[in-house]
């Protein structure tokens, strides 16, 4: 079992930088791969970014390759999603998630955090 609680929304104007970190309990965090979600009101929620167990390989959607950067700490049980050159489409709940397998898609996710709101305005 794995228990997920992320921290570091906010609000930003448009090109603007934030970081939201995600903190897993339970000893069993570098088995996991690790990723993000978001949802924006009225859409579905759409993959962002994923890190295999190792942190050594990485995966993004197209809309955010190149401005969002994931990254795990495995002896702090974290990961971050570096957020750079925000646009207001970005604007969102980010919601941290765990999974055995290949987490680019919902169904494969196994945990999911409570979710933070980032708001990107013009």
């Known amino acids: 079992q794995v228990q997920l609680v992320e921290s570091g929304g906010g609000s930003v104007q448009a090109g603007g930088s934030l970081r939201v970190s995600c903190l897993a309990s339970?000893?069993?965090?570098?088995?996991?791969?690790m990723g993000w979600f978001r949802q924006a009101p009225g859409n579905e929620r759409e993959f962002v970014a994923t890190i295999d167990q190792s942190g050594s390989t990485t995966a993004y959607a197209d809309s955010v390759k190149g401005r969002f950067t994931i990254s795990r700490d495995n002896f702090k049980n974290t990961i971050a999603l570096q957020m750079n050159s925000l646009k207001p489409d970005d604007t969102a709940v980010y919601y941290c998630a765990a999974g055995w397998g290949n987490i680019e898609t919902k169904g494969a996710v196994d945990y999911w955090g409570q979710g933070t709101q980032v708001t990107v305005s013009l």
């Open positions: 339970g000893r069993t965090f570098s088995i996991y791969n």
